[in-house]
């Protein structure tokens, strides 16, 4: 009787430990605008900080203003490459992104397709000379042009000393004339600084 006491109680605690290093991520929704830091690598939070900044200080500069001025019309953008030199994988395609979409949203810039969105577009309107109605077959080589190419890069700098880390990027953009190749706006972001202490020495 007491050893079966005994096996039933091992069971009961071999269950428990089981359940209790039970392997499946406990999940929490948090708001989108939540500033979430969990490694002190780059993140939503920096996109959002730094595309924000830059847009507001390029779409804002004098010579853009000169230019609608001059134009009598808002400037017609493209957003190029921008360029990870940084020391970490950072996939600069959500960087373009929320480019655009803050180009398109503030209503100061107009904005056009990127290079591989082209590549799709041209495709269809070809076919349709073919194969839609004389009245809908949209025109071929009537595309708008870019006035100005948006291109940029991420960069960082480390600084360690035993477990502590300081990490900061620095965002550059870059506004540049297609016709003239003028750069008629430079902009930085270097908000994004970081302190990281760790149990490894790592980072």
């Known amino acids: 009787m007491k050893i079966r006491v005994m096996m039933i109680i091992a069971s009961l605690s071999a ?3 089981f359940f209790g290093c039970s392997s499946t991520p406990k999940v929490s929704r948090v708001d989108a605008d939540t500033q979430t830091d969990l490694s002190g690598y ?12 830059l847009i507001n200080d390029c779409l804002g500069s004098a010579r853009v ?12 953008v493209i957003v190029g490459t921008f360029k990870n030199d940084s020391d970490e994988h950072i996939d600069t395609s959500i960087i373009t992104k929320k480019m655009e979409t803050a180009i398109l949203n503030s209503g100061k810039a107009d904005f056009v397709a990127s290079k591989s969105e082209r590549t799709e577009l041209r495709d269809e309107r070809q076919e349709q000379q073919a194969f839609a109605s004389e009245e ?18 991420v960069k960082t700098i480390v600084d360690k000393a035993g ?6 990027y620095f965002v550059y953009g870059e506004l540049v004339d297609l016709e003239s190749n003028r750069k008629i706006w430079m902009g930085e ?8 202490k ?4 790592k980072l």
């Open 189 to 196: 972001n270097s908000e994004i600084k970081k302190v990281i």
């Open 42 to 53: 780059w993140n939503d939070t920096d996109v959002r900080i730094v595309c924000e900044s």
């Open 136 to 153: 809908t077959a949209k025109a071929l080589a009537n595309e708008t042009g870019a006035d100005f190419m948006m291109i940029g890069s």
């Open 65 to 76: 203003a000169q230019f609608q001025t001059q134009k009598g019309r808002i400037p017609v």
């Open 163 to 168: 477990k502590t880390a300081t990490r900061t």
């Open 15 to 17: 269950l428990a430990l």
């Open 198 to 201: 760790t149990p490894s020495a």
